[in-house]
């Protein structure tokens, strides 16, 4: 049985997709990219301001779940220019522990939604 759950405080999804989906105590958590849902706008001034409201969402929907990044087991990071790896990691490191953070990809891609620099996606384990 899987649940669908969304956060009125990241941005609404814009297709047929949802923000995550829970299935037993695993969450599947979408995409996120720098959409501020309380100011209707990108963020997309630096690359490290990018990346908080990138991480910001993410928590904002872990936090309808009842998790932290704590609980976060694997994130994909997609970017669109490799060069801004160091930029983009020093704001990502932030958000976890570095003894327990998680596993994780960064790929470069050709682009990404609305043409934001970086989109993080994660599982969570409620355990």
Known sequence: MKTIINSSNAPAPVGPY???VLVGNTLY???QIAINQAEGKLMTDTIEEETHQVMKNLSYVLAEAGMTFENVVKCSVFVKDMEMYGRINAVYASYF???TA???ELVQV?????YVNV???CIAVNY
């Open 18 to 20: 949802n923000q995550s």
């Open 29 to 31: 958590l979408s995409g």
């Open 97 to 99: 522990n570095e003894d």
């Open 102 to 104: 998680p596993a994780r």
């Open 110 to 114: 050709a682009n990404l939604p609305k």
């Open 119 to 121: 989109e993080i996606s």
